[in-house]
């Protein structure tokens, strides 16, 4: 979590807020911003307030999953590799070599403790049965079965901060290393 930004500002938020066309971003850090500037990868906040209470409450989709691929063009391009069906030729491709089983299982190592530090950071030490069944015993993606692949781009975001995720890479190369649009998209939502 080293890497992660926290210092993101208004305008970040109001990116973000385009990109995902969201009223509202609970995030705790940006992962990877583009070459010019904009959000590309965030860390969504697992902790959130009941509006009755005001009670600290966790938000499982943020700990399930809490990395986000923002950007317009790599959410659109990997949108296109996963409807060629990229994700069951990825699954074949990594299930037919142990060591790229044995990088994926590193990878949703990784993960587990990316969301356990996450807890951690927002809740103190991890208690709750429910939290251990629900949460970590899934994979990236919120997968059952580390074998499958679910969602490119998480796979790819969480990439960005884990070189041992080999379907991560495959799309990163898929993209021929390109992580921007030329057309700078999110200018738009900076006006």
Known sequence: MDRIITDFDNNDIKVIKWQLNAGNINMTGIVQKCVYGYPSVIILN??????ETNEKKLNYMAIANPLWLTCPFLNKKIHEFESYGYIKKVTSFVNSDRVLVDFMKNAHANYYYLRRNLYSRFFGEISPLEFNNKILTCGIGG???????????????????????????????????????????????SQ
């Open 143 to 189: 997968i059952k079965e580390i074998g499958n692949i679910k969602c490119l781009h998480q796979h790819y975001s969480h990439y960005q901060i884990c070189g041992d995720n080999v379907v991560g890479r495959i799309v990163h190369n898929l993209l021929n290393g390109i992580n921007y649009c030329r057309e700078r998209l999110c200018d738009d939502a």
């Open 46 to 51: 697992p902790c959130e307030y009941d509006s």
